[in-house]
């Protein structure tokens, strides 16, 4: 549930990228920071193991306009992909408006994908909150890597792998490149905005 105070008039949408160890989640931070770092007032807070991977989270607020009278705040978070983090990845869900899942797109990381969207809904489910209704979209992440010759899944087997149920809206990426990074970003904050307007009602 978006955080709302109504002495300052500003709610704040919490949106956390999910998803299998090293496929991307922290990149898609790092690449909306560096494209929009004009307008951001903060740094991106990430913290990380000697592995270079997030061990607990990248913070990244920004201004998106105004509902109903209220400045709309944005915090992006990641959680860490690691099985052993779960606590953690737990912990960042707490509070939480809409998730995008960030799935690997190489072959070898299909039964990470499909073990990690488990974890979300049980994680999710913790909180009493279900996959089947939070704001959710599907990136499927490293389609530049196809150009390398490493073996691909197709995004048809993504999708009914990871979306056959949850039919959310999802998309092909390349976090490293860029493409379509901000497509996502702009779809899942799209996605919160009625279940925010309801709240401020």
Same mark, same amino acid.
């Given at each position: !549930?978006?955080?709302?105070? #109504? ?11 999910? +998803? %299998?160890?090293? @496929? @991307? ?54 959680? #860490? ?13 707490? +509070? ?9 797109? !190489? ?27 939070? #704001?959710?979209? !599907? ?11 490493? %073996?691909?899944?197709? #995004? ?33 904050? !799209? ?6 307007? @309801?709240?401020?009602?």
């Amino acid at each position: !549930m978006a955080f709302v105070n #109504p002495k300052t008039r500003e709610v704040q949408i919490k949106i956390v990228y999910y +998803g %299998p160890g090293r @496929g @991307g989640k922290t990149t898609n931070l790092e690449y909306i920071y560096n494209k929009f770092n004009h307008r951001i007032k903060t740094d991106l807070v990430s913290l990380k193991t000697h592995g270079d991977r997030t061990l607990f989270f990248d913070f990244l607020p920004f201004d998106v306009g105004k509902i109903l009278g209220y400045d709309v705040r944005v915090q992006l978070y990641t959680v #860490p992909g690691q099985v052993k983090y779960d606590s953690t990845r737990k912990l960042v869900l707490r +509070g939480v408006d809409g998730v995008v899942f960030v799935a690997d797109c !190489m072959a070898v990381v299909r039964r990470k994908n499909i073990l990690s969207l488990k974890n979300l809904y049980e994680n999710l489910s913790d909180y009493n909150k279900s996959i089947f209704k939070i #704001p959710l979209v !599907m990136q499927y992440n490293k389609i530049d890597l196809a150009e390398k010759g490493i %073996p691909m899944l197709s #995004p048809q087997i993504l999708e009914k792998d990871l979306n056959a149920q949850l039919k959310a809206p999802s998309m092909v990426a390349s976090a490293l490149t860029g493409l379509n990074v901000i497509k996502t970003m702009k779809k899942i904050i !799209m996605l919160t905005m009625p279940t925010v307007q @309801g709240q401020l009602k």
